[in-house]
Each structure stands twice: as structure tokens, then as C-alpha cells.
């Protein structure tokens, strides 16, 4: 299932999700022009026992265009309200510390001397939280079955549980199974920690300005 677009209204306009995507964008093509050594200077080894900036800056890196794209779209998709809801300077705190503790998560678990790179975890947090402040928004989505494409409207909590729940069967065969590139203990990481930062801003709502015509 891939994400179109929400049904949700935003009162603000989303200049952090758009500066992270500008970002990341950025970063990808200087990354590919220098023969991707920024990825071998700013990835996170997921064997290391510091803490360093590295845990935020694996976050801005991306192996190819499919990576990227789609970690960017669901930015596009989800963060925007997310990003009213919160705010834009706690959206940006938490969306960086989603990265940091889904990058921990994803350590706890395969402690191999690997690298880490990629937004999944930092945007999984913000489907977290997106959880639970829009259960009930409708996302547009597109299914491809075979070569048929499929558009269809769906409520986001079941949208979302769907989305989780294939997430911990790819984590559970990757670990017991076959190994895989993909951090998917970082994406439940992430996530999980998104829940409890929505749970935190569940009765926040940012001011409104009436307008009288």
C-alpha cells in the first residue's frame, strides 16, 4: 500500500517538513556527486557503545532514489499535520529524536558492524504520531495488484495497524529467517516511541485565528 494523500486540513504552513525534505534531497545528490562519502563519513555503526552526532546525521542519508523518494513522500503525506499539531520547532525536536531512539532500537537488537542510514525511523515516529492525533483521517491510497492499480479510501488507524503489522512480520523474518539491509526495528522503534510523544500532545492544540468577512 502506498500513501496518495490525507483528508486532514492544515492550519500552518509546514516550513520544517518542507526544509527537511529540501534537505534530504540536497544531501542525496551531493552524497552521489562525491561517490557517497558522505554516507561513509555520517552513517551510524549500529556496533558502536557512544553517542555521537552521528546518530542525527544518518538520518539526512539515503542509498538510491527509491529510498529516498518514498521516505520522502511519506514525509510529504504525514508530516504536515503532524507538524501543525505539534508545532513547528517540537515537531523538528521530536521528529530528529525519533531518528536517535529508533537508531538505538534498531542496535539493541542487531548489534552488527553495520552502517545505519535513512529517514524511516525519524518519519516512522512521526506515523506514530500521526496515530494518534488523526485516527479517523481518510488516506488516499494506491494498491497494485499484478499490474492493476487500485485507488481507495482508507481510515488512517487501520491504514496504520496495517502498516505496523507488516513492519513486525518483516523485522521477525529478518531476525529468525533471512537477513535483510532494511532496519525495520528501527521503523518499530520509532513508531512506538511516536505513540508515546502523541499520547504526551493529545489535548495540545495550537491557537487558531478566527476570521470575521
Known amino acids: 500500500m502506498f500513501p496518495l494523500w490525507d483528508n486532514v486540513y492544515s492550519w500552518s504552513f509546514p516550513w520544517v517538513t518542507y526544509i527537511l525534505i529540501m534537505i534530504n534531497c540536497i544531501v542525496f545528490v551531493i552524497d552521489n556527486i562525491t561517490n557517497h562519502q558522505l554516507n561513509s563519513l555520517f552513517s551510524y555503526n549500529l556496533a558502536s557503545e557512544s553517542i555521537s552526532i552521528n546518530l542525527i546525521t544518518y538520518q539526512f542519508l539515503h542509498v538510491n532514489f527509491l529510498h529516498i523518494f518514498g521516505n520522502m513522500w511519506f514525509l510529504h503525506v504525514f508530516g504536515n499535520n503532524v507538524e501543525d499539531k505539534m508545532g513547528h520547532l517540537k515537531f523538528l525536536f521530536f521528529y530528529l529524536l525519533f531518528g536517535v531512539f529508533a537508531a538505538l532500537g534498531q542496535a539493541e537488537v542487531t548489534s552488527t558492524n553495520s552502517a545505519l542510514i535513512g529517514a524511516s525511523g525519524s518519519i516512522s515516529g512521526v506515523l506514530g504520531a500521526y496515530f494518534v492525533f488523526f485516527p479517523r483521517a481518510k488516506i488516499k491510497t494506491l494498491l497494485l495488484l499484478g499490474i492493476f492499480p487500485f485507488i481507495f479510501s482508507m481510515p488512517a488507524f487501520i491504514w496504520l495497524i496495517l502498516w505496523f503489522f507488516g513492519q513486525y512480520i518483516s523485522a521477525l523474518f529478518g531476525l529468525f529467517v533471512q537477513s535483510t539491509n532494511v532496519a ?21 492544540e495550537p491557537k487558531r485565528i478566527s476570521r470575521v468577512v
Open 184 to 204: 525495520f526495528f528501527a521503523h518499530l522503534t520509532g513508531f512506538s516511541f511516536g505513540i508515546i510523544v502523541g499520547l504526551m500532545f493529545r489535548n495540545f
